[in-house]
């Protein structure tokens, strides 16, 4: 028990979980608001893509720059600035929806600004976590920052489906960018030894660019998850983000749609605790199979499912991308040189999300063509084709780690 919980003897990691689990909170209840904000001025599920997919666009179109950023400055100082920006963007977009302001265009411009946001913090507290912890110590603290954070996801999708539900979305915004200027706190509090880097003038963007490129091309493994999961975060982010709150209106209510998400992150939250003891050799294959209940909640929407099939869907799906979550985390941190990390995670960062405003604006027009359920339940047959496609990597399939933390090279099939 006592290595389960050594991380959280680190005042630094403390810190960094407490402002990231603050934000979480605030960001769990903005969806949900914005999403019906979006419907209710409206009507559109055309317009409610436009304004998600302009933030995920943004978020990859930046996510190049913030891994080079954050590989060259003090990360702790990036989650600070990121966090105080994320409360103005917010601050304005919970304005226009108090005011009534019916402008997507101008909704989706402040979405943009909010995923530039995020394109770098991700890389930033990703990076930072191997800073604030021993390397024996990866999996438990993977495993607890993402039980705070999903945690707070628990209290606030329910959380959120009341507040829009009884106050107006406009106040669920207002609480994000509350949330976001707390976690500025909490970032600042973060203090770790400096970390010699090179000077900016000594080496171009370019150059740390394509150094982060090329590293990234050499892990096999790394790549090909990366590519399957651009495939089903489009597919999911389609279905869930912009068909589940259609679906929600017309079955289970509002109200109800919050306490699904909420589902899920019960299951992210239990899955954190079963993956405090992960202790396997092939923990990225253990990872990668576990997602296939993903496609679950899908094929629940197109059933227009019960509100208890969709509780227990979106719970199992939550389950498994947990011990996903966990285990990439890991392996990318054990795997990847310090000096890359930050880099090749807002390769991640691209590969993965560089779909999901495809899927967010096309869900809308494809829905209008072919019907909502067939689309969903096309979603769900994506996601379970592209998992299929990872498990049949042999790179994916034997890279090995080791008892103490240490990795191994990968095994031929």
Same mark, same amino acid.
């Given at each position: 028990?006592?290595?389960?919980?050594?991380?959280?003897?680190?005042?630094?990691?403390?810190?960094?979980?407490?402002?990231?689990?603050?934000?979480?909170?605030?960001?769990? +209840? #903005?969806?949900? =608001?914005?999403? !019906? /904000? @979006?419907?209710? *001025?409206?009507?559109?599920?055309?317009?409610?893509?436009? %304004?998600?997919?302009?933030?995920?666009?943004?978020?990859?179109?930046?996510?190049?720059?913030?891994?080079?950023?954050?590989?060259?400055?003090?990360?702790?100082?990036?989650?600070?600035?990121?966090?105080?920006?994320?409360?103005?963007?917010?601050?304005?977009?919970?304005?226009?929806?108090?005011?009534?302001?019916?402008?997507?265009?101008?909704?989706?411009?402040?979405?943009?600004?909010?995923?530039?946001?995020?394109?770098?913090?991700?890389?930033?507290?990703?990076?930072?976590?191997?800073?604030?912890?021993?390397?024996?110590?990866?999996?438990?603290?993977?495993?607890?920052?993402?039980?705070?954070?999903?945690?707070?996801?628990?209290?606030?999708?329910?959380?959120?489906?009341?507040?829009?539900?009884?106050?107006?979305?406009?106040?669920? +915004? #207002?609480?994000? =960018?509350?949330? !976001? /200027? @707390?976690?500025? *706190?909490?970032?600042?509090?973060?203090?770790?030894?400096? %970390?010699?880097?090179?000077?900016?003038?000594?080496?171009?963007?370019?150059?740390?660019?394509?150094?982060?490129?090329?590293?990234?091309?050499?892990?096999?493994?790394?790549?090909?998850?990366?590519?399957?999961?651009?495939?089903?975060?489009?597919?999911?982010?389609?279905?869930?983000?912009?068909?589940?709150?259609?679906?929600?209106?017309?079955?289970?209510?509002?109200?109800?749609?919050?306490?699904?998400?909420?589902?899920?992150?019960?299951?992210?939250?239990?899955?954190?605790?079963?993956?405090?003891?992960?202790?396997?050799?092939?923990?990225?294959?253990?990872?990668?199979?576990?997602?296939?209940?993903?496609?679950?909640?899908?094929?629940?929407?197109?059933?227009?499912?019960?509100?208890?099939?969709?509780?227990?869907?979106?719970?199992?799906?939550?389950?498994?991308?947990?011990? !996903?979550? @966990?285990?990439?985390?890991?392996?990318?941190?054990?795997?990847?040189?310090?000096?890359?990390?930050?880099?090749?995670?807002?390769?991640?960062?691209?590969?993965?999300?560089?779909?999901?405003?495809?899927?967010?604006?096309?869900?809308?027009?494809?829905?209008?063509?072919?019907?909502?359920?067939?689309?969903?339940?096309?979603?769900?047959?994506?996601?379970?084709?592209?998992?299929?496609?990872?498990?049949?990597?042999?790179?994916?399939?034997?890279?090995?780690?080791?008892?103490?933390?240490?990795?191994?090279?990968?095994?031929?099939?």
């Amino acid at each position: 028990m006592s290595s389960v919980i050594a991380p959280l003897r680190s005042r630094p990691f403390r810190n960094l979980v407490i402002g990231s689990t603050v934000s979480r909170l605030g960001n769990s +209840i #903005a969806p949900v =608001a914005l999403a !019906f /904000a @979006v419907l209710d *001025l409206t009507g559109s599920a055309t317009s409610l893509g436009i %304004v998600v997919g302009a933030r995920s666009l943004a978020n990859v179109i930046f996510a190049l720059l913030g891994g080079v950023v954050a590989d060259r400055l003090p990360r702790n100082i990036i989650l600070v600035g990121s966090s105080l920006a994320g409360a103005v963007t917010q601050g304005l977009v919970a304005v226009l929806v108090f005011e009534r302001i019916d402008s997507v265009a101008l909704l989706a411009a402040l979405s943009a600004v909010n995923g530039t946001v995020s394109a770098f913090a991700l890389p930033a507290s990703v990076a930072l976590i191997p800073q604030t912890v021993p390397a024996e110590q990866l999996v438990p603290a993977n495993a607890f920052a993402r039980m705070g954070a999903n945690a707070a996801s628990l209290l606030g999708l329910p959380l959120a489906g009341v507040v829009v539900a009884g106050l107006g979305s406009a106040w669920g +915004i #207002a609480v994000d =960018a509350a949330s !976001f /200027a @707390v976690a500025a *706190l909490f970032f600042g509090l973060v203090r770790i030894p400096a %970390v010699e880097r090179a000077a900016p003038g000594e080496r171009s963007v370019l150059r740390d660019l394509i150094d982060g490129w090329q590293a990234f091309i050499a892990r096999t493994w790394l790549w090909v998850v990366v590519a399957a999961f651009g495939v089903l975060n489009m597919a999911f982010a389609g279905g869930v983000t912009v068909l589940g709150p259609v679906v929600a209106d017309e079955t289970v209510g509002r109200r109800a749609w919050g306490f699904v998400l909420g589902a899920e992150a019960v299951g992210f939250l239990i899955g954190g605790l079963f993956a405090l003891r992960l202790r396997m050799r092939r923990l990225l294959l253990f990872g990668v199979v576990c997602m296939l209940p993903l496609a679950l909640p899908l094929f629940a929407l197109a059933a227009y499912t019960a509100l208890p099939g969709l509780l227990v869907a979106f719970f199992v799906s939550g389950l498994g991308v947990e011990q !996903f979550s @966990v285990a990439w985390q890991t392996c990318m941190q054990r795997h990847v040189p310090p000096e890359l990390l930050a880099r090749l995670t807002s390769y991640d960062m691209v590969g993965s999300f560089i779909a999901i405003p495809v899927g967010e604006v096309a869900a809308g027009p494809v829905s209008h063509a072919i019907g909502v359920r067939p689309t969903l339940i096309a979603c769900g047959l994506v996601i379970v084709v592209a998992v299929i496609a990872m498990i049949a990597s042999p790179s994916v399939r034997n890279l090995l780690e080791t008892a103490n933390g240490a990795t191994v090279e990968t095994v031929s099939p």
